[in-house]
């Protein structure tokens, strides 16, 4: 591998992605993944309402994916499941249980966004609620504390 030249390794390696990309979110297909008769993968969370493949119009298929696909597959680094995060995670890594881009709702109101925002979103849109900490959104209400994560 050492007389490799790099930028071969990294073409190689971005079209093994490619052939892994998932063909609705166009990231790493994750599990469950559904194969179409065209042999396309998609995340099996992709697929849910989709009665066909969107790249060949195919039905999918009932065939297990071949073990060595799937072993390609699980072997690949995937993007964190929440929206705009961009973080590469293992199988074994927490960050998607902590991801600051998951998404949360506002205990005082109907806004929904990522986590990391709530505590900006309590500070602008409900200025009369006291912060008591920024490491952990803590604040009262009529006399109620309330924590956000």
């Known amino acids: 591998m050492d007389n490799v030249p790099h930028d071969m390794v990294n073409r190689s390696f971005q079209k093994i992605l490619d052939i892994a990309r998932c063909a609705v979110c166009l990231e ?5 993944i559904v194969q179409c008769e065209g042999e396309h993968i ?29 072993q390609v597959l699980d072997a690949l680094p995937k993007l964190c499941k929440h929206t705009n995060c961009g973080v590469y995670v293992s199988g074994d890594d927490e960050h998607e249980k902590w991801c600051g881009f998951q998404s949360t709702k506002c205990r005082i109101c109907a806004w929904t966004g990522p986590s990391r925002d709530i505590l900006s979103h309590v500070q602008q849109d409900h200025p009369s609620v006291t912060v008591f900490s920024e490491r952990k959104s803590v604040v009262t209400i009529k ?3 309330l924590v956000f994560l």
Not at 54 to 62: I, L, V
């Open 28 to 32: 790493t297909a994750r599990p469950k």
């Open 42 to 70: 998609l995340c099996g969370v992709c697929s849910k309402h989709l009665k066909e493949c969107p790249t060949c119009k195919r039905p999918f298929s009932r065939a297990k994916l071949a073990r060595i696909m799937s």
């Open 143 to 145: 006399g109620q504390s």
